[in-house]
Every structure is written in C-alpha cells, then in structure tokens.
C-alpha cells in the first residue's frame, strides 16, 4: 500500500499538485513513518509549495537514512539556502558534488549558492563542471554570462549571451539579461528580433515583460525615443498587473516609522558598536553601487552588495515580539537594541574577514536606517540620491520583476520618491552626525572633493584608488550597474529631456512636492 501511494504521490507532484501529492505522502508516511523515499519525496512537494522549511525537516530525515544520496544533500541546500542558512546549504550543495562529481544539476545547484555570496569565480568554475556535463544547459550557459559581468568580464559576458541566442533566437530571458549589461549597444537588427519575438501570441506574461524592456532599450539606441516608452509603458503595465504594491500603505508605514523615532532613543550601552558598518541607503538606480565600488576601492573597505541581514534581524525581532516593525521601537530598550546590534554584526561576520569596515547597500536601508543606527551607535548610513526626475524614470525603465511593483508606474513611482526623501531627510535632522546626504551630480561635478568628504564622514584615511574606483577587481552583484561602474564618471547619462512631454505629468507631481525646480 505505502509504494502505491508514494508512485501516486510521484505522479500528483509530476502534474504539479503539490498539495495532493503531499496528502497522499502523509498517508505514505502514517504505514511508514521511517520510510526514506517518502520523506525525500515530501520535501520536493513542501519545497514545490514554498514552505522550506517544511521541506528541510522532511530532507533531514531521508537524510538520516540515506546519508550518501547527493540529491537529497541538494534538495537540502536549497531548502536552507532559500531560508538564509546559508553555510550550511553551501556544505550540502558541496557534499553533493563530492558524491555525485558526475551530476550537472549538484554543480549547478551549488553555482546559484555561490554567486550571492560573491564567491564569483568558485561559481564560474562550477558553471563551467556543469556545462562540461551538459553543453546544452542554457540555465548554467545564462548563469556563468551574468557572472562573468558580475566580476567586469563584460565582453565576454556579451559573447556569452549572443551565443545563446545563436541557439535560442527568442530566449526572453536572454535578451533581457544583453540589454541588462547597459553598456552594449543594440542595433536596427536586434530591434527587429525583438519586435519578431514579442509579436507572438503564445509567449508568457514573463517572457513579454523582458522582451519589452529588451526592446525599449533598442529603440532607445535607435534615437526612437516616443516609440520606446510606448513599449515601456506596455511592459510595465503588465508588471504592474502582476505586482502587489499598495503606495498608501507604504506612506502609512513611512508616517508609523516618522512617529516611533520621533522621541530620543535610550543610550547606547556601547556607543562604538557597529563602527564597521557603513550603511548606503538609496532609491534603485540613483548612484548607490557607484558610492559602494568607491568605498570598496579602499584599503580598508569590504563592499558586501545587496545583503539581507539588517531585514532579517529585525523581521526576526518582529516575529519574536508578535507586533509589526515599528511599532515596536518605543517598547524596546537599549539592551534590546545592542542585542539586535550585535546579532547583526554576528550575521555579517564574514563580510569583516580581509577588511576592517563593509558596506551594506540594501535597497531597504532607507526605511531602516533609524533601527540600523539605533541598533549600531558607531555606524555611518550615506543617503545616495540623484535628480528625482532622472531617478524615477530610470526606475520606470529598469525591469525589477514583481518585488518592486513602485517602478512599474510614474504616478507611484514619484509617490515612492516623495516618500524617500522626507523619510531620510527626517534621518538627516534626527542623526545628524550619522548621515550624510550625497548627491549624483554633486559626485560627478566634484569628484575629488566629494569622495574625500565621503571617506572623512566614514572615519576612512584617504586612498587614491578611491578616485580610480573603475580599476578595482571585484564582484558588482547589481546587473544593471555592474559594467558601468567598471567606467569613469560620465556626466551624459541624463535622459529626461530626450523623453519630452511623455514626462509632464511625472514632473508636475515631483515639481508640487517640491522636489523640482519650476525649469525642469
């Protein structure tokens, strides 16, 4: 009866009901309660439904009785990997790949672990064992071009994404991930793919949404500039079908994270804590990732990316309270924030190994930056802010997938951007010391004077290399940033007047917010 149920099961999650296929394993597992083949097959149907965690209790019990099964050391990585466990995920991917040398999909698996945590080249190599297992894994083929531009192989990383499409001439994905690099020019042929291939009828919501970008991006380097935000407004609608975002929400939110730090906060009980950390908080595509390749030019400055561990903290503590973030922080004292502080700092860790300080650039910095420097008295938040025009039509034309819905529309999108700059320039008043206000254009006229002003404010001796910063060898996580900031400072990357009046409306709203001038 329990191998019936469990090639029952097999079958369900073969379909893609997961569901089923884990009520009838629970059935499997009610004759069998140690049956290994169960609990592996349980975890892939927890892990297909989302719940990982269900699915690394189920991986950890097959495991026990087959200990030498490198599919279920995979399955097991993933599962840890998605829920931020990540040391041990990175042990069972590459156990895995120990026990099963000959499998594409261990080095594969072990390759998506790798690149977040910027061991870059340790990915390319294992992208490189999966495609010497499998040429044709155009996953791993797309992997190691985005890695290669992740460590300023640009070229190479171009070639790489050409090839694929030598293959697959209407791979979505693909073209997007080209145009993505920013740096490579499309041409009258490539505009004609694309309009081929989003012409179709059968491709899926995903799918069209890159391709639109993909497209928008090659008119726009055809001078078509009223036809590319036609196809921009397209593309982002249907994102914005596809996204949940609610702007009164998150002005709700901001005006809840105003109040609760509104009132002094209890004294630190270690003023120094945190003097490592140095805080980029910004909007998306207004300067941040060049800020960082600066600062992690120095000597003495680890650049960390995009980490998560300052919102898992206090998404932690915020389950641990049962009250949503922040209507906590009037509640808690200071050994509750030094104990965030130093949990924090514990998550970080490894960021500190070759270099004293690290930069954390989390595009959530901005609404956390008063929990960040409450919890850490020593650290230093910089907030990166460019023209808001040039900011929010930047956003509008960036393909953020569904996490940033704020980007897929110019009305919220300029509510996103009115709501950024009085949040931090509330941290500005209340940590006075602590925040520095660091404008793009500024940094692109005044090169020299800003950057010394910038490692001043961060405590940081002055080091030439930040005033080279395109030469420094390092992984840049940011698509979209990761060639540019391999440049020297352009002052030619304004685009708003080329746009014209398609932009009216989007200056009218930022110009009675006071965010612009009556001439722009």
């Not at 531009?149 to 190479?156: D, N, P, T």
């Not at 996204?243 to 009980?269: Q, S």
């Not at 996580?477 to 014209?500: E, I």
Request: aromatic fraction near 6%.
């Amino acid at each position: 009866m329990a191998a019936k149920l469990l090639a029952r099961a097999q079958r369900e999650l073969q379909s893609g009901d997961a569901d089923a296929a884990m009520r009838t394993l629970a059935g499997v597992l009610a004759l069998a309660p140690d049956h290994a083949e169960a609990h592996r097959w349980m975890g892939i149907a927890a892990q297909n439904s989302g719940d990982h965690a269900k699915a690394i209790e189920c991986f950890r019990r097959a495991l026990a009785r087959l200990p030498e099964d490198a599919d279920i050391h995979i399955g097991l990585g993933v599962a840890l990997y998605r829920i931020g466990m990540v040391d041990e995920a990175l042990t069972h991917l590459r156990r895995a790949c120990e026990l099963a040398p000959e499998s594409s999909s261990a080095w594969y698996n072990l390759a998506e672990a790798l690149k977040p945590q910027v061991c870059t080249m340790e990915a390319i190599e294992a992208l490189r064992r999966t495609l010497a297992l499998d040429p044709s894994h155009v996953p791993a083929l797309l992997a190691l071009a985005r890695a290669q531009a992740s460590v300023g192989q640009v070229a190479a990383a171009a070639a790489s994404f050409r090839a694929i499409l030598c293959r697959e001439p209407e791979n979505a994905e693909v073209w997007f991930a080209l145009s993505n690099l920013k740096t490579v020019t499309f041409d009258a042929q490539d505009a004609q793919r694309l309009e081929h291939a989003l012409a179709r009828d059968d491709i899926p919501s995903e799918s069209r949404i890159w391709l639109g970008f993909a497209l928008a991006k090659a008119l726009e380097d055809q001078d078509d500039y009223a036809r590319a935000f036609d196809v921009l407004q397209q593309a982002n609608a249907l994102q914005r079908s596809l996204a949940k975002w609610d702007a009164a929400a998150e002005r709700a939110r901001v005006d809840a994270i105003m109040r609760e730090f509104a009132n002094p906060a209890p004294a630190p009980l270690d003023a120094d804590l945190g003097r490592e950390a140095i805080l980029i908080a910004c909007i998306p595509r207004s300067g941040s990732t060049l800020v960082e390749q600066i600062l992690a030019s120095h000597a003495q400055v680890e650049g960390a990316n995009e980490i998560k561990d300052l919102a898992r903290v206090i998404e932690a503590e915020t389950r641990r309270r049962g009250t949503a973030f922040p209507l906590w922080v009037s509640r808690s004292m200071s050994a509750d924030w030094q104990r965030l502080g130093r949990e924090y700092l514990d998550r970080t860790a490894r960021w500190r190994e070759r270099k004293p300080y690290f930069t954390d650039k989390n595009l959530l910095n901005w609404m956390l930056a008063g929990a960040a420097l409450t919890m850490l008295p020593g650290a230093r938040v910089i907030v990166c802010r460019r023209d808001p025009l040039e900011t929010c039509l930047a956003c509008y034309r960036q393909c953020f997938g569904t996490e940033a819905g704020f980007a897929c529309d110019l009305d919220e999108m300029a509510d996103y951007c009115i709501d950024f700059m009085r949040l931090t320039r509330f941290w500005l008043q209340r940590f006075p010391d602590r925040v520095l206000d660091l404008e793009y254009e500024t940094l692109v006229a005044e090169p020299d004077a800003t950057i010394r002003h910038l490692l001043d404010f961060c405590g940081l001796p002055f080091d030439p290399a930040c005033l080279e910063f395109h030469k420094t060898q390092r992984t840049v996580l940011s698509a979209p940033s990761a060639a540019q900031v391999r440049q020297p400072l352009r002052r030619d990357t304004a685009r708003a007047t080329r746009y014209g009046d398609k932009l009216d409306s989007l200056r009218k709203r930022l110009r009675e917010a006071g965010l612009l001038s009556g001439e722009c």
